[in-house]
């Protein structure tokens, strides 16, 4: 079974830091670009950040850049967020999930997991 | 930028629905569409612009490329009443603001 799961999430503080992880399973993570989507309460789905299969090449939205690092180690069929200097417009489920494509077709983020809370508050 | 539309679609069971979405500039076929549930994780339907994922029913067809795109779901079920999201790969990942479907 194709297995995403997500974990570290939980209430903090503004200004503090949070370690996001997601263990993959049941398919070639190394094949995968891997990134981190979040849906705040009430909202739409927004890409966070991105590494590709080789963590050669990294990309985070405006508003977390800066702040968040994503990063992956495919020994360990793992992904990873460290979020510093959280906000309270962080707060949202934050959802791993990955995709394919080469040069010249794309072939979607076909791996999804359920998603791990983080609420920022005082 | 994507931009989806109309932003919410009241339709009934057995009716045609048609969700638009609208990149500011090309990207290519380097688009996908998902279906997001509450409490779900959102599910792939369609990639490269048209082509269906598998195990995705054939009523739902995507067609388009460059600019303009648009998801099709000939004969709507009661289990298609959901939000849809359009997503371009064409740089790192972007997705337009969300169609909500709803039963009339």
């Known amino acids: 079974d194709v297995k995403l799961v997500e974990s570290g999430g939980g209430v903090v503080q503004p200004g503090r830091s949070l370690r996001l992880s997601c263990a993959a399973s049941?398919?070639?993570?190394?094949?995968?670009?891997m990134h981190w989507v979040r849906q705040a309460p009430g909202k739409g789905l927004e890409w966070v950040a991105g590494?590709?299969?080789?963590?050669?090449?990294?990309g985070y939205a405006d508003s977390v850049k800066g702040r968040f690092t994503i990063s992956r180690d495919n020994a360990k069929n793992s992904l990873y967020l460290q979020m510093n200097s959280l906000r309270a417009e962080d707060s949202a489920l934050y959802l791993c999930?990955?995709?394919?494509?080469?040069?010249?077709?794309?072939?979607?983020?076909?791996?999804w997991g359920q998603g791990t809370t983080v609420s920022v508050s005082s | 930028v994507l931009t989806q539309f109309p932003a919410t679609l009241s339709l009934s069971p057995g009716e045609r629905a048609t969700l638009s979405c609208r990149a500011s500039?090309?990207?290519?076929?380097?688009l996908a569409w998902y279906q997001h549930k509450s409490g779900q994780a959102p599910r792939l339907l369609i990639y490269?612009?048209?082509n269906r994922a598998p195990g995705v029913p054939a009523r739902f067809s995507g067609s388009g490329s460059g600019t303009d795109f648009t998801l099709t779901i000939s004969s709507l079920e009661p289990e298609d009443f959901a939000v849809y999201y359009c997503?371009?790969?064409?740089?790192?990942?972007?997705f337009g603001q969300g169609t909500r479907l709803q039963i009339k």
């Open positions: 999930t990955g995709d394919t494509y080469s040069s010249s077709s794309y072939y979607g983020m076909d791996v």
């Open positions: 590494i590709t299969w080789n963590g050669g090449n990294l």
């Open positions: 997503q371009q790969r064409r740089w790192w990942p972007t």
């Open positions: 049941g398919f070639t993570f190394d094949d995968y670009a």
């Open positions: 500039q090309s990207v290519n076929n380097f």
């Open positions: 490269g612009g048209f």
